[in-house]
């Protein structure tokens, strides 16, 4: 029998049937290809199978959300926790192949939890030049009993070079004023009023507290265990490239980057070895077409969580 699901869940799956005629999207490659043969697709292959036969800078945007270092399961994709120096080396192993795919002027962004981090910041530091560290508050989860609830995770920004590209007015938060302050005519300090309340549009930091983890009331939502919440791949793309420029995900999961990239006019190519997962993300690919959407993300700026402008 199907399983039930709630009225409410807008999750996103998919039948056999859409399956199988969702794989015919995929690609896969044995040799060298040019980048007119891989944009805008996905690729459902072990990236390790593939790093060779990439074209020569072709990236403008890296977006690394790799296994974090403990045991899990994804789908029918297992990976181990391993010591500070196997993950470590791990992660060099593919980042260093991945340096001829990137432009002079490419950013890098790296996901990791805290216990990732050390390798993580120990790697990219070989290669590229380390702007910051971005923390953003993951809620979710019930708690631990003997330890600090884990609910932030990292994501490490890095360019090749001096040279890049920044869009910081594009990445703005809308913040809620509490206590609005006005000059000595009386009229607003750096702040707005408007039919939605008292706000201020402030710069980007590198502390994200305005972050919904997708769930299964969100149409965004998947089954896949690690999912990245599309607003937050919004805020890196907006901000680490323009439009036209190509983004690049070797480990795609269910799609995120690749689906906002499309909503936001940019190009993309995603890797990913778990053939449902691959097929998850053609589906979200197809849904763009109909839905440009991305929460938390109105008007050309971002609200704080649980804050929307009124319809």
Avoid at 158 to 178: E, G, H, I, P, Y
């Amino acid at each position: 029998m199907p399983k039930k699901v709630a009225p409410m869940n807008r999750s996103i799956s998919i039948s056999n049937t859409e399956e199988a005629r969702l794989a015919q999207k995929l690609i896969s490659i044995d040799s060298r290809v040019k980048k007119t043969q891989i944009v805008n697709k996905t690729i459902n292959q072990d990236l390790f199978e593939i790093l060779n036969y990439l074209p020569k800078k072709f990236i403008d945007l890296l977006f690394i959300d790799p296994p974090y270092n403990l045991t899990k399961k994804f789908n029918k994709v297992n990976f181990k926790e391993k010591s500070i120096s196997e993950y470590s080396a791990w992660l060099d192993s593919f980042i260093s192949s991945l340096l001829p795919c990137l432009k002079s002027d490419a950013s890098i962004y790296v996901c990791g939890d805290w216990k990732s981090s050390t390798s993580i910041h120990h790697i990219l530091n070989k290669y590229f030049f380390v702007r910051n560290r971005i923390t953003w508050e993951r809620e979710k989860g019930r708690g631990a009993k003997h330890n600090w609830k884990n609910n932030t995770e990292d994501i490490w920004f890095c360019t090749m070079a001096s040279d890049f590209t920044f869009n910081a007015d594009a990445v703005k938060l809308k913040r809620k004023v509490l206590a609005p302050y006005k000059d000595e005519k009386g009229k607003p300090k750096d702040w707005q009023s408007s039919g939605d309340g008292n706000f201020r549009l402030t710069f980007p930091s590198n502390i994200w507290t305005d972050i919904s983890v997708p769930f299964w009331s969100m149409s965004e939502n998947t089954d896949h265990p690690t999912q990245k919440p599309e607003k937050l791949l919004a805020k890196i793309i907006l901000a680490s490239s323009n439009e036209g420029d190509l983004v690049f995900d070797p480990f795609l999961g269910s799609g995120t980057t690749s689906v906002v990239a499309k909503k936001l006019n940019r190009n993309f190519v995603g890797v990913e070895v778990d053939k449902y997962y691959a097929c998850l993300a053609e589906k979200r690919i197809e849904d763009c077409e109909f839905d440009q959407s991305i929460q938390g993300f109105h008007d050309g700026v971002f609200w704080e969580r649980n804050t929307t402008p009124r319809k």
